[in-house]
């Protein structure tokens, strides 16, 4: 049917990417790029619930905060886990494009979602949005996202894998002719070796660390292979038992035993994944190589470790950051395209 109130809006809206993730989210508007990366975080007040900050000045105050102050993630392992945040959240996103580029903010979304979430969990998706501002709502799975981001050749009869190292969640995906072939998704990824660091800290070393500070030492000398020169970093902390501040000097070499196992995880779910890809399509990514994305892909030499344990062609795409958000953008440019590739929960599937 003719809308000509959402025709109207159409003519001065916008198109928007979102890659709602667990640890950041990133907004694209067609035609200027990325305009939002934040961390997916919100403050509130304990008592009154009233939003203190969102996005990077309420990522800030994790771990600093009093009291009376808590942080939360409103979203965990990808899906939505405390509505209320995550709607407030992409409000105040949607909002920050909407001041930034003068635009109304009613625009037409499209959202990534991890691949296998329930139906519950696409609809929570799928309200937030609709609820914060977005005229219309479209969702798609983030592998197709990514691969699309990445520049893979996602419609035709050829099998890419996708390789998505996030916070909460590593996904694994084999898609040919637009759809998933085979996935997998571990809970462990880039804040499972921010954990690793801070557990080796203090049963090696008697040292409590914050999970920022872990996360730091992990990007600046944390590594998934043997370095050519290894690193040494201080990490500084609390005593056990003296409860008094100390600090430490650690190698990359025990960085890579303290995420040892979960690197480990990360390894046998991509071996298992290609274990059960079908035998055409495992020639296909003998051939095309695996792309491996996500802020935790940048881990130093988990590309070559990869590609050593899966004796395949393991490579970082351009921005392996930001292939989410760039798909879902660029799916936006297609509708014929877009239609075809959704996954829209029942309740709102358009006939
Ligand atoms: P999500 O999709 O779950 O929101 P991201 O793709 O944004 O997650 O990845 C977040 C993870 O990437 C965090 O654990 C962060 O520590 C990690 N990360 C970001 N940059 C680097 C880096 N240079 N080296 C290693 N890990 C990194
Ligand atoms: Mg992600």
Not at 200 to 225: M, T
Not at 290 to 317: K, W
Request: include cysteine; proline fraction near 5%; charged fraction near 25%.
């Amino acid at each position: 049917m003719f809308d000509p109130i959402g025709a109207l809006l159409g003519l001065f809206s916008h198109d928007v990417g979102i890659d709602l993730g667990t640890a950041n989210t990133q907004v694209l508007v067609r035609g200027k790029g990325i305009v939002v990366d934040e961390p997916s975080a919100v403050t509130l007040h304990r008592r009154t619930k009233k939003v203190l900050a969102i996005g990077a000045e309420a990522k800030q105050m994790v771990g600093r905060t009093p009291a009376n102050v808590v942080a939360v993630r409103p979203l965990a392992d990808g899906v939505i886990s405390d509505f209320d945040a995550a709607e407030r959240m992409l409000r105040y996103f949607i909002t920050k494009v909407h001041q930034q580029t003068g635009m109304v903010p009613r625009p037409r979304v499209v959202l990534g979602v991890p691949v296998g979430v329930t139906d519950v969990e696409k609809m929570a998706v799928y309200d937030a949005a609709r609820n914060a501002g977005a005229r219309e709502a479209h969702l798609i799975e983030e592998p197709i996202a990514a691969a699309i981001g990445a520049g893979l050749p996602i419609v035709e009869p050829v099998g890419s894998m996708i390789v998505d190292v996030g916070g909460g969640t590593t996904e694994v995906a084999v898609i040919s002719l637009g759809g998933i072939v085979v996935s997998r998704s571990i809970r462990v990824a880039g804040d499972e070796l921010d954990q690793d660091i801070v557990t080796y800290a203090r049963q090696k070393y008697n040292l409590l660390i914050g999970d920022w500070l872990a996360e730091e030492v992990k990007i600046a000398a944390g590594s998934a292979i043997a370095l050519p020169r290894e690193k040494v970093i201080s990490l500084r902390g609390r005593d056990v038992v003296t409860g008094l501040p100390r600090s430490v000097d650690v190698s990359s070499v025990e960085l890579r035993e303290a995420m040892a196992g979960s690197i480990n995880q990360i390894v046998d779910a991509v071996r298992a994944t290609i274990e059960d890809t079908p035998p055409e399509l495992v020639a296909d990514l003998d051939e095309h190589g695996i792309a491996l994305i996500g802020g935790g892909s940048l881990l130093t030499g988990l590309d070559e470790r990869l590609s050593r344990e899966t004796r395949m062609r393991v490579y970082r795409p351009s921005s392996p950051r930001s292939c989410v958000v760039r798909g879902t953008g660029e799916a936006l440019e297609e509708l014929g395209f877009l239609e075809a590739v959704e996954v829209l929960p029942r309740r709102v599937q358009r006939v």
